[in-house]
C-alpha cells in the first residue's frame, strides 16, 4: 500500500486516529510506538501528578478512541486509568481528572470495562471537591443503569450496585452521601430501580441520615408530589361552561369576539373529555413499601423530639410520620399530644399542621386519643373573638378529622358545631353544615334530631360500627336489584330442593346470557302472590285500624308484626342476592345497573347530590383552607385576566374594510401620517372666522370680481 507524502505522523494523532480506524493491520507499528510513550508519560506523571500534562492529555484520549482496535495491546490501559483515579482522586488537577473520566466512559461505551468495575469507581469519585465533575458523573450513571435494564433487568448486577450505594449513604463525605440519594432516586422515579429494596434502603439510611441535605432530600422522596392534586386544580380553573357558552351565544349579539371566544371554548371542551376517557396511570408512592412502618415511624418521631433543625424540616418529619400512620394505620399515642402544641392559629404554617393531625387519623385510634385535638381545635380556632376565616378552618379541620375516626367526636360537642350553621359569615355556616352532612351519614345519633335531616335508604341499611369493627361484606352490594326483573333463580321452598336431591336441576339464564325464558304461569302466579300479599296487608291494616280503639297495647304488636315482616322480607332478598352472586357472573349491564340502584338509595328522599365515602390517603390542604368566599382581585391577577383576553385576537384599530391591505391607501389614511407642517395650512382654514374677518375677505372678492369685468 502507498502511504500519502503529507502524513505527519507520529506527531498528528487525529490523523493516525482517522487512519487505523480505517485500516488497523496497517498502522499497529505506529500505534505501539504511542503506546509506549503514553506509558513513559504516565510514569512521569505519577511523580507530580497535580499539574497538567496536555501531552498526556491528548495521548490518553487518543489511545481511548482506538483501544477496540487492538484489544490485547490496550488490556491494561482501563486499569492504569481506574489506578490513578483511585490513587490521586482528589489531588489531579481537574482538567487532567476529566480527562481520565472521559477516556473510561468511551472504553464503558465500547464494552471494554466492566460495569461494576467502573460504577463504583465513578461513585469513590462523588467524594471529588468538583461539583461540575459530580454533575457529569450523576448524568453518565443514571444513563449507563438506564441503558443496561432497558431490554431486560440484570438483577445480579443491579443487587450488587444496591448494596454498594447502601455503604456509600452512610459515607462520611456528606457530597458524596447527597448525591448517591439523588441517584437512587431519579432511578426509582425512571421505573429502574422501583422495588422494595431501594425504598427500605432510603427509608433506613437516608431518614436516619446526620447529614441535614441527605435527611430532607429523603423525606422529600417519601413526601412526592402531589401530581393528582396539580391536575385537579388545573382543571377546575381550565373548566369550561359549554352550555352556559352555546346560550349566551345564541341570545346575544353576533359578534367576531364572541364567535371566537366560542370556538376556543369548544375546543377546551373536546380536549377535556378526551382527557377524560384517557386510562389512569397510577403511580403508586414509595412509602407504601416500607417492610417495617411502625419502626420507622417511631424511629422518626423519636429523631424529631430531639431535633435542633430548622422548622421547615420538623414540618417535613410531621408530614412523613403522619402518612405513615394514616396510610398503614400505625399505633403513636405520642404523635398526637406533640401535635397539639402547634394548633395555634398565630403559628407559623398551621394549616399545615391541621393536616398532619387528620392524616394521621385514622378507624382504629381509640377516640379518646383523638378528641383532645378536636377540643384543642374548637377553643382555640372555632370561636367567635377569631376572624371567620379561621373559624372556617377549624371547622374544616374537624370535619376532615372526623371523616377518618368518627367516634372522636362526643356528643356534647358536635351539637354545639353544629349551632354554627345559622353563623352571620358564610364561610363559618358552609362548614358548619359540611360538617352535620357528615355525621348524617356515619352517626346521625350523636346530633339534634332537628339536624339528622330525612334518612334514606342507604343511611337505613349502613350500620352504626363500634371501635375496631370492620364491615365485611359476603355479596355484591346493591344486587338486590337484579331480582326485581331477572329471570334467574326461583328461591324454591324446602320440601322442593329435598325431592331434587340427585337429579339435574335446569338454571336458567338472565337476559342476554340465552337459555329457556320462564313461563308466563310463572309469572301470572307470581303476580297472584303479589296481589295476595297485598291484600293480606289492606287487611291487617283494617283490622288494625278497627283494634285501635282497644288500647296500646294491640298497637304495638301491630307495629311489631310489620317490621317483622319487613325484617323477614329484606332478609329474604339479601338471601336470594347471596346465592345470585354465587352462582352467576355478573355482566357490565348489571354492575351498571347495581350502579343506579346504590345511587339511587342515596339521593332518595334526601339530598340532591351523594356525599363522596371514600377517604383519599393523603388530606389535601385545599379542604381545610377551603373559605367559601368571593376574594377580590388584586393588581396581578386582573392584568393576568386582561393579557389572557388579549391572546388570538386581532389588532385594535380603525379599519376601513378593504380586501387587499397592501394597496393603496386613502388621502384620509394618509393625512394621520403627515407631518403637521404639510398640513398647517388646512388647520389654519378649519378656525372659526370672525365678522371682520368675514367682511374683509367678502370685500377682497367683490374687488376681485369688479376687475374681472
Same mark, same amino acid.
Given at each position: 500500500?502507498?502511504r500519502?507524502?503529507?502524513n505527519?505522523?507520529?506527531e498528528?494523532?487525529?490523523?493516525l486516529?482517522?487512519l487505523?480506524?480505517r ?9 505501539h510506538?504511542?503506546?509506549q510513550?503514553?506509558?513513559s508519560?504516565?510514569?512521569?506523571f ?14 490518553v484520549?487518543?489511545? %481511548?478512541? !482506538?483501544?477496540?482496535c ?10 492504569r ?12 488537577d481537574?482538567?487532567m ?5 472521559? %477516556?473510561?466512559i468511551l ?10 468495575d467502573i ?5 469513590q ?5 468538583d =461539583?461540575?465533575l ?7 450513571i443514571?444513563t449507563?443503569i438506564?441503558? $443496561? ?10 443487587s450488587?450496585?444496591?448494596a454498594?450505594?447502601?455503604?456509600m449513604?452512610?459515607?462520611?463525605n456528606?457530597?458524596a452521601a447527597k448525591? #448517591?440519594?439523588?441517584?437512587?432516586i431519579e ?8 422495588d422494595? =429494596?431501594?425504598v427500605?434502603?432510603?427509608?433506613t439510611?437516608?431518614?436516619?441520615? =446526620?447529614?441535614?441535605k441527605?435527611?430532607v432530600?429523603?423525606?422529600k422522596f417519601?413526601l ?10 388545573s382543571d #377546575? ?14 341570545v ?6 364572541r364567535q371566537?371566544q366560542?370556538a ?11 382527557k377524560k376517557?384517557?386510562?389512569?396511570a397510577f403511580n403508586?408512592?414509595g412509602?407504601?413499601?416500607?417492610h ?5 415511624a ?9 431535633s435542633? *433543625?430548622r422548622?421547615?424540616?420538623k414540618?417535613?418529619?410531621l408530614?412523613?410520620?403522619s ?9 403513636l399515642?405520642g ?8 394548633l ?11 393536616q ?9 385510634v381509640?377516640?379518646?386519643?383523638i *378528641?383532645p385535638i ?13 376572624s ?10 374537624t370535619?376532615?378529622i372526623?371523616?377518618?375516626c368518627p367516634?372522636? $367526636?362526643?356528643?356534647?360537642l ?8 345559622t353563623?352571620?359569615e ?17 352517626l346521625p ?13 342507604a343511611?337505613a ?18 344486587a338486590?336489584?337484579l331480582?326485581?326483573?331477572?329471570k334467574?333463580?326461583?328461591?324454591e321452598?324446602d320440601e322442593d ?10 338454571v ?9 325464558d !320462564?313461563?308466563?304461569?310463572d ?13 293480606e296487608?289492606e ?6 285500624? #278497627? ?19 319487613a ?10 342476592a ?5 352462582t ?12 343506579? %340502584?346504590?345511587?339511587?338509595?342515596t ?7 351523594p ?6 390517603e ?8 377551603m373559605?367559601?368566599k368571593?376574594?377580590k ?10 393579557? %389572557? ?8 384599530g ?8 397592501n394597496c393603496?391607501?386613502t388621502?384620509r ?5 403627515k407631518?403637521f407642517g404639510?398640513l ?5 382654514s378649519?378656525?372659526?372666522?370672525s365678522?371682520?374677518d ?6 377682497k ?6 376687475k374681472?369685468?
Amino acid at each position: 500500500m502507498v502511504r500519502p507524502n503529507n502524513n505527519q505522523l507520529p506527531e498528528n494523532l487525529p490523523q493516525l486516529q482517522n487512519l487505523i480506524k480505517r485500516d488497523p493491520e496497517s498502522y499497529s507499528d505506529e500505534f505501539h510506538i504511542q503506546y509506549q510513550h503514553f506509558l513513559s508519560l504516565l510514569e512521569v506523571f505519577a511523580l507530580n501528578p497535580g499539574e497538567e500534562n496536555k501531552s498526556l492529555d491528548d495521548i490518553v484520549m487518543f489511545i %481511548a478512541q !482506538v483501544a477496540q482496535c487492538y484489544p490485547k495491546v490496550c488490556e491494561e490501559f482501563p486499569k492504569r486509568l481506574s489506578d490513578l483515579l483511585k490513587n490521586y482522586a482528589t489531588v489531579l488537577d481537574p482538567a487532567m481528572r476529566n480527562c481520565f473520566v472521559k %477516556a473510561l466512559i468511551l472504553l464503558r461505551n465500547k464494552n471494554l470495562v466492566p460495569a461494576l468495575d467502573i460504577l463504583e469507581l465513578f461513585f469513590q469519585l462523588l467524594r471529588c471537591p468538583d =461539583k461540575n465533575l459530580r454533575t457529569f458523573l450523576q448524568t453518565h450513571i443514571v444513563t449507563d443503569i438506564k441503558n $443496561m435494564n432497558a431490554k431486560h433487568k440484570d438483577m445480579k448486577l443491579n443487587s450488587s450496585l444496591q448494596a454498594f450505594m447502601y455503604s456509600m449513604l452512610k459515607d462520611a463525605n456528606p457530597k458524596a452521601a447527597k448525591m #448517591s440519594a439523588d441517584i437512587m432516586i431519579e432511578l426509582y422515579k425512571k421505573n429502574i430501580w422501583n422495588d422494595a =429494596k431501594t425504598v427500605n434502603v432510603i427509608a433506613t439510611v437516608g431518614c436516619f441520615s =446526620k447529614v441535614t441535605k441527605v435527611l430532607v432530600t429523603s423525606l422529600k422522596f417519601f413526601l412526592g408530589h402531589d401530581e393528582e392534586e396539580e391536575e385537579s386544580d388545573s382543571d #377546575s380553573e381550565n373548566e369550561v361552561d359549554l352550555k352556559g357558552a352555546l346560550m349566551a351565544n345564541r341570545v346575544n349579539k353576533k359578534t367576531k369576539k364572541r364567535q371566537k371566544q366560542l370556538a376556543q371554548i369548544k375546543k377546551q371542551a373536546v380536549k377535556a373529555q378526551k382527557k377524560k376517557k384517557n386510562a389512569p396511570a397510577f403511580n403508586f408512592s414509595g412509602i407504601h413499601l416500607v417492610h417495617n412502618p411502625q419502626g420507622m415511624a417511631e424511629g422518626l418521631f423519636k429523631q424529631l423530639q430531639g431535633s435542633n *433543625e430548622r422548622f421547615e424540616v420538623k414540618l417535613m418529619h410531621l408530614d412523613v410520620i403522619s402518612r405513615l400512620i394514616g396510610i398503614h394505620e400505625l399505633f403513636l399515642f405520642g404523635f398526637y399530644p406533640y401535635i397539639t402544641r402547634f394548633l395555634q392559629p398565630h403559628q407559623r404554617q398551621v394549616t399545615r399542621v391541621l393536616q398532619f393531625a387528620a392524616q394521621a387519623s385514622h378507624e382504629l385510634v381509640p377516640g379518646d386519643i383523638i *378528641e383532645p385535638i378536636l377540643k384543642t381545635i374548637a377553643n382555640n380556632f372555632i370561636t367567635e373573638r377569631n376572624s371567620s376565616d379561621v373559624m372556617a378552618i377549624g371547622l374544616n379541620a374537624t370535619r376532615e378529622i372526623c371523616m377518618r375516626c368518627p367516634l372522636a $367526636m362526643g356528643e356534647d360537642l358536635l351539637q354545639d358545631l353544629a349551632m354554627y350553621k345559622t353563623y352571620k359569615e358564610k364561610s363559618v355556616m358552609m362548614a358548619a353544615r359540611s360538617l352535620i352532612t357528615l355525621y348524617r351519614e356515619h352517626l346521625p345519633a350523636l346530633l339534634h334530631k332537628k339536624d339528622r335531616g330525612r334518612q334514606t335508604e342507604a343511611q337505613a341499611e349502613r350500620k352504626v360500627r363500634a371501635y375496631g369493627e370492620r364491615e365485611v361484606h359476603d355479596t355484591v352490594l346493591g344486587a338486590e336489584a337484579l331480582l326485581k326483573d331477572s329471570k334467574t333463580i326461583d328461591i324454591e321452598s324446602d320440601e322442593d330442593t329435598d325431592s331434587n336431591d340427585g337429579e339435574w336441576v335446569n338454571v336458567t339464564h338472565s337476559d342476554g346470557e340465552g337459555g329457556p325464558d !320462564v313461563d308466563d304461569d310463572d309469572e301470572e302466579e307470581d303476580e297472584d302472590d303479589e296481589e295476595e300479599d297485598d291484600e293480606e296487608d289492606e287487611g291487617n291494616s283494617d283490622e288494625e285500624d #278497627s283494634n285501635s280503639d282497644e288500647g296500646v297495647g294491640s298497637g304495638e304488636e301491630a307495629d311489631k308484626t310489620k317490621k317483622q315482616k319487613a325484617d323477614l322480607k329484606i332478609l329474604n332478598q339479601k338471601e336470594a342476592a347471596q346465592e345470585l352472586a354465587l352462582t352467576r357472573i355478573f355482566t357490565d349491564e348489571d354492575f351498571k345497573r347495581i350502579n343506579a %340502584a346504590n345511587l339511587k338509595k342515596t339521593v332518595t328522599s334526601a339530598r340532591k347530590r351523594p356525599l363522596e365515602q371514600d377517604r383519599a390517603e393523603f388530606v389535601k390542604l385545599n379542604s381545610i383552607e377551603m373559605i367559601y368566599k368571593k376574594r377580590k382581585h388584586d393588581k396581578e391577577s386582573r392584568l393576568e385576566t386582561v393579557q %389572557a383576553g388579549r391572546k388570538d385576537r386581532e389588532r385594535f384599530g380603525w379599519k376601513d374594510g378593504r380586501v387587499n391591505e397592501n394597496c393603496s391607501k386613502t388621502n384620509r389614511e394618509k393625512r394621520k401620517t403627515k407631518n403637521f407642517g404639510m398640513l398647517r395650512h388646512k388647520a389654519r382654514s378649519k378656525v372659526k372666522k370672525s365678522f371682520k374677518d368675514k367682511q374683509q375677505a367678502l370685500r377682497k372678492h367683490l374687488l376681485h370680481q369688479k376687475k374681472m369685468k
